[in-house]
Nanobody, 120 residues
C-alpha cells in the first residue's frame, strides 16, 4: 500500500498562507482520486478537498474559495495551497488516496500528518 508523508505545516497569523505537500512512497496510479483531510483537537477528521485524476476538484464549504488542491503525478505529490487562513483552520492535515469521488471517503492509509496552527 502506498505510504504518504505530509509536510509544510507551520504556525501562521490569521490571513496568512501556507502550502502543504504530500509525497507518496510509491507511484500513485494516475487514475486515483486524492484528497486532503484535517483533524482539529477534540473533533473528528473531516474532508478538506479532493481531486480526480482529471483535475476536477471539490472543497468543503469551510475552505471553498480560500484553499486550492493540485497534484503532480510525475512527482507523486499532492499539494494544498491555503490562503486567508483562519484560527478555525488549526488542525493536523493529512492526505489520502485513493478516495471515492464525489463523497471523499478515503480508502488508503494515513500518514503522520502536518500541523497547521493559525493564531495571532
Amino acid at each position: 500500500q502506498v505510504q504518504f508523508v505530509e509536510s509544510g505545516g507551520d504556525s501562521v497569523q490569521p490571513g496568512g498562507s501556507l502550502r502543504l505537500s504530500c509525497v507518496a512512497s510509491g507511484s500513485i496510479p494516475s487514475t486515483y482520486s486524492m484528497g486532503w483531510y484535517r483533524q482539529a483537537p477534540g473533533k473528528e477528521r473531516e474532508m478538506v478537498a479532493i481531486i480526480t485524476n482529471g483535475g476536477r476538484t471539490k472543497y468543503s464549504n469551510s475552505v471553498q474559495g480560500r484553499f486550492s488542491i493540485s497534484r503532480d503525478n510525475a512527482k507523486n505529490t499532492l499539494y494544498l495551497q491555503m490562503n486567508s487562513l483562519k484560527p478555525e483552520d488549526t488542525a493536523v492535515y493529512y492526505c489520502n488516496g485513493p478516495v471515492i469521488w464525489p463523497t471523499g471517503s478515503p480508502v488508503g492509509s494515513w500518514g503522520q500528518g502536518t500541523q497547521v496552527t493559525v493564531s495571532s
